[in-house]
């Protein structure tokens, strides 16, 4: 970059939320996928990956400010399980994260894994927004009597409001009083985005259809905004790599995987690696392995679902990315990878390997 230029990468997002609040549906919103309606039972049960480049995201919020500056190149989504049983998952997500979108379905307001994952966001320290999805419902039930939502598709969200008639704007904000009440009583201020003025005091709510895209165009925007206003130094490239496993998978073709995040610095064909491995189901040991193939879905798909693959020869962070390699099988999910430099002693970076 030049002088006085930053070297930003790509802000991590984590998508979290109660179960079935619309988070994997908001996301195939914006790819343009339908990851949501593949999942056993509608319910996602592993993390999954998604970046967004930067043109793809200027692309979706044209209608709200076409000269809006990105300096960051992308952003890279995580979605998490809503499931109670996946607590760990949700950890594991909201540990990488730099900032996150906390999911509410409208008709329900805060529900148990919803004040879950505001206790782990708040536990970091990390910045949220609110998508107050789903906000076609509470108005497709009053369609008979012509008080129905009025589909605005992909519009930002002021835009949209002003199609709607008196009486679906008096429900929506009933229902949006109720829930920033439901917020104070867990001890956070939230407003509606765009009258917010303290942001950083006062979360922001983005309403949100997963379903017809409105709102969508004004959340990325926030996402992109927010963090590159205020996430300088975090979001500033280093070369150190920091790299965290995602989940460990058998894929036809490939053997033993793991998707990883790539958070700081290039990963590349050969490099060797330390991950944190469990031999026999109970001896902990270090798994000293070289890099295959280094793998990404395209762009605007999700690493979780199996599709074709990009191969590279090296990555720059941050990317969601596949790894393929030899003896990967007992590896760790949620613990560090390590790269061994030509200059590093092994022993002290597979003992490193061993403390996450
Ligand atoms: P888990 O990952 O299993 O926790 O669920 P999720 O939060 O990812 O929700 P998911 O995307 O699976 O959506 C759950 C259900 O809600 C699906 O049937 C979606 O079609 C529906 N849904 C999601 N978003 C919206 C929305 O904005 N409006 C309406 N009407 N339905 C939605
Ligand atoms: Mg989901
Ligand atoms: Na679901």
């Known amino acids: 970059p030049k002088e006085g230029e930053e070297n930003l990468r790509s802000p991590i997002c984590c998508i979290m939320g109660h179960v079935d609040t619309g988070k994997t549906k908001l996301l195939d919103c914006i790819r343009g996928t339908n990851v949501q309606e593949g999942e056993a039972g509608g319910i996602t049960q592993q993390i999954g990956a998604t ?3 930067a043109e793809n995201i200027r692309e979706r919020t044209r209608e709200l400010k076409a000269d809006a500056k990105l300096k ?6 995580i979605d998490t399980p809503g499931h109670e049983s996946f607590t760990n998952l949700r950890s594991r997500g909201s540990s990488l994260c730099d900032l996150a979108i906390l999911v509410v379905d409208i008709m329900h307001g805060l529900e148990p894994q919803t004040i879950e994952s505001l206790n782990l966001l708040r536990m970091r320290d990390t910045e949220f927004i609110v998508a ?3 906000i076609i419902n509470p108005f ?3 369609m008979d009597r012509l008080y129905g939502w009025k589909t605005c598709k992909n519009a930002p969200i002021v835009k949209a409001m ?3 008639t008196k009486d679906v704007v008096n429900e929506f904000n009933m229902r949006l009083t109720g829930i920033i009440t439901q917020f104070k009583e867990q001890g956070l201020n939230t407003e509606l985005y765009y ?3 303290e942001m950083g005091e006062t979360f922001s709510i983005v309403p949100t259809s997963a379903i017809t895209g409105e709102g969508i165009p004004d959340l990325l925007l926030l996402l992109v905004n927010w963090a590159q206003k205020t996430m300088v130094e975090k979001l500033t490239y280093v070369d150190d790599v920091q790299c965290t496993v995602l989940e460990v998978k058998v894929i036809e073709g490939h053997g033993t995987t793991i998707d990883v995040v790539l958070v700081n610095g290039v990963l590349r064909e050969g490099d060797q690696i330390v991950v944190c491995g469990l031999q026999a189901s109970i001896n902990l040991g270090p798994i000293v392995t070289t890099i295959r193939a280094l793998l990404t879905p ?6 979780r679902v199996k599709g074709t693959y990009v191969h590279h020869k090296e990555i720059k962070a941050a990317q969601g990315i596949k790894i393929t390699a030899q003896g990967l099988e007992h590896a ?3 613990t560090a990878l390590h790269v061994i430099g030509p200059d590093d002693d092994i022993e002290a970076i597979k003992e490193q390997a061993m403390e996450d």
């Open 195 to 197: 009258k917010n003025k």
């Open 298 to 303: 395209h762009p605007m798909k999700e690493l």
């Open 132 to 134: 107050l999805n789903k």
């Open 332 to 334: 760790i999910a949620g």
């Open 162 to 164: 002003k199609q709607q």
């Open 140 to 142: 497709i039930l009053q």
């Open 51 to 53: 970046y967004f480049p």
């Open 72 to 77: 960051v190149p992308g952003l890279l989504v």
